[in-house]
């Protein structure tokens, strides 16, 4: 019975050497567990910090988009409210209502002043110089009922998000819409 001699991995090297070569092993072993573990910790808690920061974000962006909204809704109450501009819309003045739309949104930095009718029909707009917001009137006309219940809206005009607000124009009946 020849059996074949089962060698050691080790056995032709030096004590030293079988020592060391197995807790280096050892050692890189740990090594590699940790960086794991730090790693995962590191990920987390990475993705925890953007998940918060995000939400702080959305806050922020839609507080700013509440003040904005708010500041719009003045202005455009301010127009529907002035004498005379309800006098041009009564005796139908296209230019005065034009040239009141135009001066007003470009004093309260509005991108685009319209006048809709009493059935949510855009009558007029302005917008001053900016030939990207041409396609808006599409789009007001589209989202009008909308504004009429919640007076604040954002629509898509082209490749660009704007926010609308609409409020009535009274004398003393509503005879009008003014949307910025």
């Given at each position: 019975?020849?059996?074949?001699?089962?060698?050691s991995?080790?056995?032709?090297?030096r004590?030293?050497?079988?020592m060391?070569?197995?807790?280096?092993?050892?050692?890189l072993?740990?090594?590699?567990v940790?960086?794991a573990?730090?790693?995962?910790?590191?990920?987390?808690?990475?993705?925890?910090?953007?998940?918060?920061?995000?939400?702080?974000?959305?806050?922020?962006?839609a507080?700013?988009?509440e003040?904005?909204?708010?500041?719009?809704?003045?202005?455009?109450?301010?127009l529907?409210?002035?004498?005379?501009?309800r006098?041009?819309?009564?005796?139908?003045?296209?230019?005065?209502?034009h040239s009141?739309?135009?001066?007003?949104?470009?004093?309260?930095d509005?991108?685009?002043?319209?006048?809709?009718?009493?059935?949510?029909?855009?009558?007029?707009?302005?917008?001053?110089?900016?030939?990207?917001?041409?396609?808006?009137?599409?789009?007001l006309?589209?989202?009008?009922?909308?504004?009429?219940?919640?007076?604040?809206?954002?629509?898509?005009?082209?490749?660009?998000p704007?926010?609308?607000?609409?409020?009535?124009?009274?004398?003393?009946?509503?005879?009008?819409?003014?949307?910025?």
């Amino acid at each position: 019975m020849n059996r074949p001699d089962k060698r050691s991995l080790f056995e032709g090297w030096r004590l030293s050497t079988r020592m060391v070569v197995p807790s280096l092993l050892l050692l890189l072993a740990l090594q590699l567990v940790g960086l794991a573990v730090i790693r995962g910790g590191v990920d987390a808690n990475a993705r925890s910090q953007l998940a918060e920061r995000l939400a702080v974000s959305e806050r922020i962006w839609a507080r700013l988009l509440e003040q904005r909204a708010v500041k719009l809704g003045q202005g455009a109450a301010l127009l529907a409210a002035d004498y005379g501009f309800r006098s041009a819309i009564g005796s139908g003045d296209e230019e005065t209502i034009h040239s009141a739309l135009d001066n007003h949104g470009a004093r309260i930095d509005a991108g685009l002043t319209a006048l809709l009718d009493t059935g949510l029909a855009v009558r007029t707009v302005a917008h001053g110089d900016d030939a990207a917001l041409r396609p808006a009137t599409a789009v007001l006309g589209a989202i009008a009922p909308q504004l009429a219940k919640e007076g604040s809206a954002i629509a898509m005009v082209g490749a660009r998000p704007y926010q609308f607000v609409m409020v009535p124009v009274r004398a003393p009946l509503v005879i009008g819409w003014v949307a910025m």
